[in-house]
């Protein structure tokens, strides 16, 4: 089936698109598509004017990109939807075939009783680890991501019924990063080492019915347990980093992590034993491109057909692939910044140490650490929040494990 798709009357042909799904109004229903030809840069440009028309962005009078209303969840979601939609459709046969093995891991209301609840944290390690990992974060609204540079991935089941609480996951941490950086002063010549001894947070939270029961709480006290920088330590000690080949402290004392939709529920006020467990350091300036992922291949062919090399490897992750859509969208002169979305992501630090600030800045040569074991994380979580939340909300017993299914597996009238 072919529709036309036409962007905004700026000049130029118009891009037509080969969909696998109709049109409804300007919005486009399913993400997957193939491009029926792209030649020129003003089909590029205006392809990327009808795809930001999609996600709500609009353009002033003079032309000026301005961004959709931020501060609403739901619009946050809608921004994230194409690029997640995407990696569903990309996935559909690894995600039927792991619900085939995996899907008994997905509690039902009625097989919950908050009392008995018994946290385990299984570090990912094995296929069948990964797998429900991956099956599980492909659940929620943002977009799949694998992580990249040093990673600890980890499971939280429920000891009573073998269930899936939720899932965690830490990746090598952005070496610039403002509003970490702005709380530091880093001896010179040292920042990369002492960075390289925190992590970043790039997935984190709770599976239902487990998130109804503010299982989320749970999962961000969780990435802060003496087990988890035991962890850290037995992997990547002794170990050289693949760039400059030399070893690094197998310390972890600190994380940080951005929340999806502006000002976090899990991470806000988030307190073990009346210490701060989440501080907030303000938020991101709204800059990023998961809003143009869909067109990434699109943005690829252009510039190989240019000359410039798109090739991958280690060392390129997220850094190139922005310099890379950074080099189309300067190509294709859109007006305004369409890197700029305007989703203000609030930051924050967990602190692993109480000499943080010592040690990064080398005063401290040895780490102070908090010491929280995991049973003892999962018995004041079960105090201090599931107890009276499973007392207070209702919706959880009537939860059933179909809706992951129905949520993973899209409506295609070309299978069965």
Sequence with gaps: MVSGLSAAPLGGKH???????????????????????????EELRQLIISELESLDFTFDEE???????????????????????????????????????????????????????????????????????????????????????????????????NKLVGIFGLQSP???????????????????????????IFTLGAIPPYNRLLGGKLIALAVTCNEVRRDYYTKYFGRK??????????????????????????????????????????????????????????????????????????GTGPKRTWQLIRRVLDSVDIPGDPLKHGVRREVFLFR???????????????PDYFDYPFSELAQYWKERWLIARAERVDGWHQWESQKIVERLILNDPTNE
């Design 63 to 161: 032309g000026n990109l301005t961004s959709p209303n931020s501060k609403d969840k739901e619009a946050i979601r809608r921004l994230h939807q194409p690029a997640q939609q995407a990696e569903l459709e990309k996935s559909q046969s690894w995600i039927k075939h792991a619900l085939s093995r995996y899907k008994h891991f997905f509690a039902e209301g009625s097989e919950i009783i908050p009392e008995s609840i018994k946290p385990r944290l299984v570090q990912v390690t094995l296929p069948w680890h990964s797998d429900l990992f991956r099956l599980a974060r492909y659940y929620w609204s943002l977009p799949y991501s694998f992580g990249f540079g040093r990673r600890l991935r980890y499971l939280v089941l429920d000891d009573v019924n």
């Design 15 to 41: 891009l037509s698109l080969m969909c696998k799904a109709p049109i409804i109004g300007a919005r486009l229903v399913s993400p997957a598509f193939a491009f029926e030809y792209m030649t020129t840069t």
């Design 352 to 366: 692993l140490v109480s000499n943080l600030e010592d040690y990064l800045e080398g005063r401290a040569q040895t």
């Design 174 to 200: 952005p070496i610039h990063f403002p509003a970490r950086d702005k709380l530091f002063e880093y001896p010179e010549g040292t920042k990369t080492a002492l960075v390289n001894q925190t992590m970043d």
């Design 241 to 314: 980093t693949e760039m400059e080949e030399r070893v690094l402290p197998a310390h972890l004392v600190g994380l940080t992590t951005t929340s999806a939709f502006g000002r976090s529920s899990i991470y806000n006020r988030l307190k073990y034993k009346g210490r701060l467990v989440a501080e907030s350091l303000g938020y991101t300036e709204g800059y990023g491109n998961f809003h143009l992922q869909r067109l990434y291949p699109a943005f690829k062919e252009y510039l190989e057909a240019e000359g410039i090399s798109t090739q991958g490897g280690y």
